[in-house]
């Protein structure tokens, strides 16, 4: 048997719905989950990172304070984690951290992940790999989505053309022809508007099992004008973020409306699985199958959307693949970790459009 690989996979994704932590073995072809766990942000950090999403006053100070917070959660995660799984510090090879995306503007030539990697290298004594999508930026690429490389090594088949989709805050999706190719870019909005709507109009962070959204009804008209937004026609290399779908495009989009909150819920919902569903038929033509991962696999209201949307084609989480939905992209980033040790290439370039493979992330020592 294979010596054991051990790796840290830390996900804060667009959603700031928490971190998603896992610890993984990856000797294997398929990695195996050796413990996994969710937790939210403090209130006051998630409402700084939020704040941070637009420019504002002394963010600077504002952004290396939340880098600092988010460092000393992350290395809580991991403590709890290794307790789960009974292993010492001094046995994982890597943390892949992702960090926090405050800005995703490779246009310009720049993505900024906060989190502060030496000050989780220092308090959790382990080798940490962070700042995974600058390279791919530098060479030219979108930085994003970085995940395709990973889902092609584990989720790719000779015989079934699959499609994997990851529905976080953003929604991406990985082509896996059964040529063994690989293709993939942001769809658009995964859950962010969704998420944003309920919490305006409801108080909660997101609609649980889509039970709000499913209380509505579709408005044709909004979801047309929700579909001319130019980002969907653009062809891939493409990567989006809060950049782009923030409040003050939901409220431009709704100005002059008064619509049912609860029928705009619905129509939310439906832009999501259309925008999907569009991408799907568009450049993954002939999938037999699509897979779900993050967040919005838990939207039964979504998905029966995206499949009403599909026909034909088979709607299933990624669990059908072994691999729990909840945990995939955090899984990746400790894939990702794993590949820059090693000095092999993160990146796909014919999905982020950088000129060519490069290894992704920098190192901090333990
Ligand atoms: N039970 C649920 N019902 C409906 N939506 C859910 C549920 N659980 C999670 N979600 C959605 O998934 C989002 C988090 O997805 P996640 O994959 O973590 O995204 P990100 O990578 O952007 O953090 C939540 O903000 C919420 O919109
Ligand atoms: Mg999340």
Redo the contacts with the bound molecule.
Sequence with gaps: MARPQLLIGL???????GI?AVLVDLSGAQPALLAAQGTALPAALRHELLTLQASSPDEIDLAWRAGNGLADCYADAVTALLRQAGIDAGDILAIGNHGQTIRHRPERGYTIQLGNHAQLAERSGIPVVGDFRSRDVAAGGQGAPLVPAFHHAIFADAHRHRVIV?????ANLTDLPCDGSVSGYDTGP??VL??LWIGRHLGE??????AWAASGTVIDDLLAQLLTEPYLAQPAPKSTGRDLFHADWLNAQLASRNDNPADVMATLTAYTARTIADAIQRTAAGADDVFIC???A??PTLLSMLGALLPGITIASTAELGVDPDWV?AIAFAWLAQRCLSGQSGNVPAVTGAAGPRVLGAIWPA
């Excluded at 990851?166 to 953003?170: D, E, K, L, P």
């Design positions: 996900m804060t994704g667009t959603s700031l719905d998603d990851n529905i976080g805050g953003i995964g859950n969704m998420d962070r997101y609609d649980a099992g889509g993050g967040g919005g838990h939207n992209e």
